[in-house]
């Protein structure tokens, strides 16, 4: 097959001159740090998940950490997640001298696997931190009914996860603390940032608190005009709040979430329906009830090397990823816990298997039709 010139990348950002026009706005207006836009891209983005309350980080670590922190996890503690996902999901469990106690996945949905939840369960737990792997939703009932039965608090990554469905509700919806990631690859961008959702006001404040030094809430304003120079230090804060120049482009994106998510989930079902048909390989099985958000599309091989499967593909110009290297083949948990390879087998037969294709808003289905001719090119 003729390879194409331009290469194909595999999840770059969606920015428009509208983006664009509103970092120059923002930094025209005097305002650079946290300030109006950020709480109105707040307001916008719990109008959006349909919860009560957003609080906007400098990232989705920042996120995790700062749910973690709230929910009292401490030195010592256990928390029960998946070792199928980024480094960031469990390094904050250890920057609060925590455990992260891994369990294997499904091989459906490579979701952690609530079965596996259960038997994890010790004096020492205090909280579940489920993934939602590519954009698809976990199993959360159940996984809330062991937190429940448990008295365990459910922290969420869904850095994959915005604009995705549980039984006809976004996640993020639920009242769990639920935090969603703007890096440059995920579904909508501010450069980097970060956002929690929760449906309990209390909680809000006091993230909002800890996210900015500890000190009372109108402190960001202290030196604008009429801005109080009065501030009261009520604990030992972080500096993990969200930037104006950020917010101005989390706006727009958000604007924009429908249309974006909308070509992700129209590249995903072609995929779908041309790589179904190839033996050589699996898909993802989604469970019932859910809409995706689209953010990858992961293929399984059956019987051909990953390895040699992806120089294949950039030889044909067409950008991939592996996601992810599990976390208990890492050198750090591995001396730190103790984890082995073999202890979670699902996982690191999927790992071994695994191979992200491009899928981002820019993509034509001529794009995608190339990729998957490549892949039949590839596979024979
Ligand atoms: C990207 C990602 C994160 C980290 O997001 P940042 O905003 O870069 O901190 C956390 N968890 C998962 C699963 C991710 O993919």
Redesign the pocket.
Known sequence: MKKREKFLDFSPPAITDKEINAVVETLKSGWLSMGPRVFEFEKKFSEYIGCRCSVAVN??????FLSLAISGINKGDEVITTPF??A??ANVICHLGAKPVFCDIDKDTFNISPKQIESKITKKTKAILP?H?GGQPCDMEEIQRIADEHGLVVVE?A??ALGAELNNKRIGASGNLT?F???P??NITTG???MITTNNKEIADRLKLLRLHGISSEAWSRYSRGGKWKYDVLAPGYKLNMSDMNAAVGIVQLERIKELNQKREEIYNLYTRKLSLLNAIELQKPRENIKSSYHLFPILLKNHNRDSFIDGMTEMNIGTSV??IPLHLQPFYQKEFGYKEGDFPVAEDIYGRIISLPIHPMMTDGDAEYVCEAIMHILG
């Open positions: 990232s989705c670590t920042s996120a995790l996902t980024f960031s999901t993934v792997y990554d850095a994959h935090c990631s703007f890096y690859t995920k980097e940032g970060g996601h992810f």
